[in-house]
T-cell receptor, first 106, second 112 residues
Framework: KNEVEQSPQNLTAQEGEFITINCSYS?????LHWLQQHPGGGIVSLFM???GKKKHGRLIATINIQEKHSSLHITASHPRDSAVYIC????????FGAGTRLTVKP | ETGVTQTPRHLVMGMTNKKSLKCEQH?????MYWYKQSAKKPLELMFV???????ENNSVPSRFSPECPNSSHLFLHLHTLQPEDSALYLC???????????FGSGTQLSVL
């Protein structure tokens, strides 16, 4: 069993929908990262958080340390949000989830 | 543009070839990483260099040989690879400990 589990594996949404991607981890962490990978491979770091909630534009990330769970929310989704979203647990070494492939249809 | 540059973007090589992947960062980070991403599998950490010293080697076969000549440059030397080594190889850098990772665009490697 992977130390970092993401759900769902694949997600298709209509433009404008509110989207939630979940991440559960079993290791102790100093931080939890959310990454975005577009077709072509490049990965961009969206958030690094160790408690509470962070917001950047239409993206919101939350974490519950006691429950070892984090969520990434996208409000008013757009086709350009289509990408693979990866959760990573940082305990000095990074443990990655398998990713959630998001497709937003116009 | 993340500030981490990887070359080449694509590489096709035979099993007897020797090639090298290059990574460069000018973000002032003190750690650089090689990751492997195979189809439908999570990112796998291969090597970590912190202050130019290798601090982690995750049981990677010796046909992969990293080199970190200074804090801005990282290489991955490849020789006698196998077809199952075909994957996306990503370089990243960060301020260690605790910093965000900045990734390069990756090298898509195909071993024939």
């Amino acid at each position: 069993k992977n130390e970092v589990e993401q759900s769902p594996q694949n997600l298709t949404a209509q433009e404008g929908e509110f989207i939630t991607i979940n991440c559960s981890y079993s290791v102790g962490i100093s931080a939890l990262h959310w990454l975005q990978q577009h077709p072509g491979g490049g990965i961009v770091s969206l958030f690094m958080l160790s408690s509470g909630k962070k917001k950047h534009g239409r993206l919101i990330a939350t974490i519950n340390i006691q429950e070892k769970h984090s969520s990434l929310h996208i409000t008013a989704s757009h086709p350009r949000d289509s990408a693979v979203y990866i959760c990573a647990a940082d305990n000095n070494d990074m443990r990655f989830g398998a990713g959630t492939r998001l497709t937003v249809k116009p | 543009e993340t500030g981490v540059t990887q070359t080449p973007r694509h590489l096709v090589m035979g099993m007897t070839n020797k090639k090298s992947l290059k990574c460069e960062q000018h973000l002032g980070h003190n750690a650089m990483y090689w990751y492997k991403q195979s189809a439908k599998k999570p990112l796998e950490l291969m090597f970590v260099y912190s202050l130019e010293e290798r601090v982690e080697n995750n049981s990677v076969p010796s046909r992969f040989s990293p080199e970190c000549p200074n804090s801005s440059h990282l290489f991955l030397h490849l020789h006698t690879l196998q077809p199952e080594d075909s994957a996306l190889y990503l370089c990243a850098s960060s301020t260690r400990p605790g910093g965000k990772l900045f990734f390069g665009s990756g090298t898509q490697l195909s071993v024939l």
